[in-house]
């Protein structure tokens, strides 16, 4: 679980810093995407401690999902 959160912890700095920093732009004209994002990036902070390892596995798996292919 400790890799999973990690890459998790990855996956979101770099969302953040293509979302706000490298292509905020964009962003700001579509802000869809960053609200789903948002959304699952505060429901795995506020519920990452209740949960097993196929959860982490699930949670990476749907943020990646998301921000594959960024706008």
Request: aromatic share 16%; hydrophobic share 35%; proline share 1%.
């Amino acid at each position: 679980m400790k890799e999973l959160r990690k890459l998790m912890f990855e996956e979101i700095g770099y969302a953040y810093c293509y979302m706000n920093f490298w292509h905020k732009d964009i962003f700001s004209k579509h802000p869809g995407q960053k609200r789903r994002v948002k959304k699952l990036i505060t429901s795995f902070t506020e519920n990452e401690h209740e949960h097993d390892i196929l959860w982490y596995q699930e949670q990476v798996f749907l943020f990646q999902n998301e921000t594959e292919n960024m706008c």
